[in-house]
Structure formats: C-alpha cells, structure tokens
C-alpha cells in the first residue's frame, strides 16, 4: 500500500498529527518501538510517527518490530527506507535484542484471525504470552517511558444482558474450554502481566482495550467482518452472514484509533487499562450488514443468512455489551468518525488503493 495513491489516509493522518489532544512534545528525540508494523494497527502507527517527524520536528526514531522484511516492504513500501525508520526483523516469541530498545513500546503484534485461532490455538496462545512476555522483559531492561499493550474488547467475555454498558473494571464470562477462548483467555493473561511487570518491576505498561477498528488504510487480504461487508457493496453482492447476527458490535475508526493509543501512551496512567471505542457506533453485526446493504449500497445488495450446523468459521461467541469510553475521554480523547462514515472512507480508500 503506498500512502501517496490514498488521499483519505492522508487526510486522516494529517488530522491525527494535526491534534493538540496529543501531546506531542513528549516524543521529541525519543525513540519509539512498534510490534506488529505490518498490521494495521502497527502499520498506521508507523505511518502517522513518521508523518509528526515531518510536521513537527519531532526527530523521532521509530523501529518497526516485523517478521516478514518482504511484507513489510509491500505495506510499508518506500516508509522503510526513511532515515528515521529502522526496520527490525525477527520473532517476537523469542527474546528480544536489548539493542531493541525504546522510549515507547506500542506492542501491537498477535494472531488476530478466527481461522488461525481455530486451527492453530497453541501457536495463537503463546504467541501472546511468549511475545508480550518477551516485550516486557526488554522494557523492563531499557527503562521505557511508556509501554501500551494493544488488547482486545473480547477480553470482557459474555454478559447476560443484551446492550450493557461496561467499563474497564467490569468482567464477563469466558468459557476456558472453548478452544476458540484462546485469544480472550490469552489477552486476559497478558493484561495480567503487564499489571504483574508494573507492581514488581515498575514497567510502565497500560492496556489499550480496542475495539473492533477499520477505516482508511485497511490492508490487501484483510477478511473480517467489515472488510467483508465493504467488498459486498462495491461488487454489488449480497451480504452472506454466517450467524445470526445478534453478536454486538463495538467499533472504532482508524484514525480514532491510532489517536487514541498516543494518547494513551503520553498521558494515560502506569497499570490502567483504557477502552478505545466509539459509543454511537454499537450495533448488532445484523443490523450493521443492513446498514451497508441500504446507506452504503443503497439497496443494491441484500443480507443472506447461511448458517452452518457447526463452527466451521471459528466466530467468537455472542458479544452481549457496549463498551464505555469514558476514562479515555477524561485524558482528552474524543471519537470523530461514526459507522457510515467509517464504512464510506474504507470504500473510499480501497477504491484509490486496488485492495479489493
């Protein structure tokens, strides 16, 4: 992906490095560590840190933690060759060279994808715990300033309750034998221990609880449920959802997103978890698919439901709640983006860029 080919990501990266709600002068001549670059959270982290270098004269270096130097040069592209970006690759799940050190750690890195977890839920297991582990360990030994844990709503479980408004202290049900709860059980354990690193080692280690986040910038061969949903519309097909459709989507814009873990890292406090979620965006995946089928394909497309005896697909369970994110916004941090919006600058952005 070449940022120049997608105005939309320009623009909201501009914004984000346009925003007095970062405080961007704590970066100056820092260096900052990012796992997972070639996600896209990691990715457009990257991207909007090299942008503030730009704007601000920040002197930033910026590390790209990656497993695949050639993907990293097709997400990346030209971004890798910048005098301030060093690329570093290697495995997370093995220890990590105390030449790697940061400021700030963003550890964005992790298996993400349902059929993964399915498939191969040890490998997704210890991928979190060895990785986190590992990246703990190395801001443990270089004295970060800041280390932000990008974690997962699903780590909330299941509530009885349809629409239940949950904050960072609330906690629902996850049932530990369901091989799927790998990835929740995973990131709970995780969160743990970043709570264990700052009470005995002093890590400044803060959880980012993320919302399911999409937007501009998504990346080529990305199949969840709103990449699903955007390619439907541009190729004038129905939407085929698998479920129900009763699960309750919480959801995030990029832009926001990426805002909200600088904010997070810079004025967030040291063992405190903190939900990045747009509030007005909670739906139902049912109601979110006839959403895009009316505002978004205006009508040209339909919902079609196909569901399959088993879990072939490896979906997480029902998500019953909706995600506070008060304690985020006290430290400055305000949503932008809503659903529809969000839904026309990804199909905006797929369009420039070809990644259908």
Same mark, same amino acid.
């Given at each position: 992906?070449?940022?120049?080919?997608?105005?939309?990501?320009?623009?909201?990266?501009?914004?984000?490095?346009?925003?007095?709600?970062?405080?961007?002068?704590?970066?100056?001549?820092?260096?900052?560590?990012?796992?997972?670059?070639?996600?896209?959270?990691?990715?457009?982290?990257?991207?909007?840190?090299?942008?503030?270098?730009?704007?601000?004269?920040?002197?930033?270096?910026?590390?790209?933690?990656?497993?695949?130097?050639?993907?990293?040069?097709?997400?990346?592209?030209?971004?890798?060759?910048?005098?301030?970006?060093?690329?570093?690759?290697?495995?997370?799940?093995?220890?990590?060279?105390?030449?790697?050190?940061?400021?700030?750690?963003?550890?964005?890195?992790?298996?993400?994808?349902?059929?993964?977890?399915?498939?191969?839920?040890?490998?997704?297991?210890?991928?979190?715990?060895?990785?986190?582990?590992?990246?703990?360990?190395?801001?443990?030994?270089?004295?970060?300033?800041?280390?932000?844990?990008?974690?997962?709503?699903?780590?909330?479980?299941?509530?009885? +309750?349809?629409?239940?408004?949950?904050?960072?202290?609330?906690?629902?049900?996850?049932?530990?034998?369901?091989?799927?709860?790998?990835?929740?059980?995973?990131?709970?354990?995780?969160?743990?221990?970043?709570?264990?690193?700052?009470?005995?080692?002093?890590?400044?280690?803060?959880?980012?609880?993320?919302?399911?986040?999409?937007?501009?910038?998504?990346?080529?061969?990305?199949?969840?449920?709103?990449?699903?949903?955007?390619?439907?519309?541009?190729?004038?097909?129905?939407?085929?959802?698998?479920?129900?459709?009763?699960?309750?989507?919480?959801?995030?814009?990029?832009?926001?997103?990426?805002?909200?873990?600088?904010?997070?890292?810079?004025?967030?406090?040291?063992?405190?978890?903190?939900?990045?979620?747009?509030?007005?965006?909670?739906?139902?995946?049912?109601?979110?698919?006839?959403?895009?089928?009316?505002?978004?394909?205006?009508?040209?497309?339909? +919902? +079609?439901?196909?569901?399959?005896?088993?879990?072939?697909?490896?979906?997480?369970?029902?998500?019953?709640?909706?995600?506070?994110?008060?304690?985020?916004?006290?430290?400055?941090?305000?949503?932008?983006?809503?659903?529809?919006?969000?839904?026309?600058?990804?199909?905006?952005?797929?369009?420039?860029?070809?990644?259908?």
């Amino acid at each position: 992906m070449t940022e120049n080919r997608d105005s939309i990501l320009k623009a909201d990266i501009e914004n984000i490095v346009g925003s007095d709600s970062v405080p961007w002068d704590l970066l100056q001549k820092s260096t900052v560590l990012v796992t997972g670059a070639t996600g896209l959270i990691g990715s457009l982290l990257c991207r909007t840190l090299l942008a503030a270098n730009d704007a601000r004269g920040l002197g930033m270096r910026i590390c790209g933690f990656v497993r695949s130097g050639k993907k990293a040069e097709a997400i990346l592209g030209g971004l890798i060759c910048r005098e301030d970006f060093t690329l570093v690759q290697g495995d997370i799940t093995d220890p990590v060279p105390a030449g790697c050190g940061a400021d700030y750690i963003f550890h964005c890195a992790g298996i993400t994808a349902s059929r993964i977890m399915i498939a191969k839920p040890v490998e997704t297991l210890m991928t979190a715990v060895e990785g986190t582990r590992n990246l703990l360990e190395l801001a443990r030994a270089c004295g970060t300033r800041a280390f932000v844990y990008a974690s997962s709503m699903e780590v909330y479980g299941s509530f009885p +309750v349809p629409g239940q408004v949950v904050t960072e202290g609330d906690s629902g049900y996850i049932d530990p034998l369901a091989v799927r709860s790998n990835y929740p059980v995973s990131k709970r354990l995780c969160e743990n221990m970043c709570a264990a690193y700052h009470a005995e080692y002093g890590v400044p280690a803060r959880v980012a609880r993320l919302a399911q986040t999409f937007g501009a910038g998504i990346l080529p061969g990305e199949n969840r449920v709103f990449a699903q949903f955007a390619r439907s519309a541009i190729r004038g097909e129905d939407i085929v959802l698998h479920t129900r459709g009763l699960s309750e989507g919480n959801y995030c814009y990029t832009a926001d997103t990426i805002r909200g873990l600088l904010i997070i890292a810079l004025a967030g406090k040291d063992g405190e978890a903190y939900n990045v979620s747009n509030p007005d965006t909670h739906t139902t995946i049912g109601a979110m698919a006839e959403m895009v089928c009316r505002d978004i394909a205006r009508g040209a497309v339909r +919902v +079609v439901y196909d569901i399959p005896e088993g879990k072939d697909f490896g979906y997480a369970a029902d998500t019953r709640m909706k995600l506070d994110s008060g304690k985020l916004q006290a430290l400055g941090w305000k949503p932008e983006v809503g659903l529809r919006e969000a839904y026309e600058r990804m199909i905006g952005s797929i369009r420039e860029t070809g990644n259908f």
